[in-house]
């Protein structure tokens, strides 16, 4: 079972990377250089969701087949997502 101090830990990092994405917002950089400020808000959002998944979710602690499932899931509601998107027009 993790510690509270690893627990603390990720909290801080997620909190760094959420303070980040603002401050992209804040300093103007999505005006300026838009595709870079947007691409580095997509990374962090996906390193985020990669530490809540993995020790909030406890993933990171289960089988690999639960890990799969999830991922199953999540895949399937992004094709769907995206395959709505396309047939609004």
């Known amino acids: 079972m993790p510690s509270t101090k690893l627990y603390a830990g990720i909290y801080v990092v997620l ?3 959420a303070t980040a994405q ?3 917002e804040f300093v103007g950089l999505l005006e300026s ?3 870079l400020a947007f691409g ?3 990374v962090l959002s996906l390193i985020k969701a990669l530490f809540v998944a993995g020790y909030y979710q406890h993933l990171r602690y289960e089988p690999r087949s639960i890990t799969f499932v999830v991922l199953s899931g999540l895949i399937t509601a992004l094709v769907l997502t995206i395959a709505a998107s396309y047939s609004i027009t």
Do not use: L, N, R, T
Request: net charge neutral; glycine share 0%.
């Open 40 to 42: 580095a808000i997509i």
């Open 22 to 24: 603002v401050a992209f």
């Open 33 to 35: 250089a838009y595709w």
């Open 15 to 17: 909190f760094a990377f």
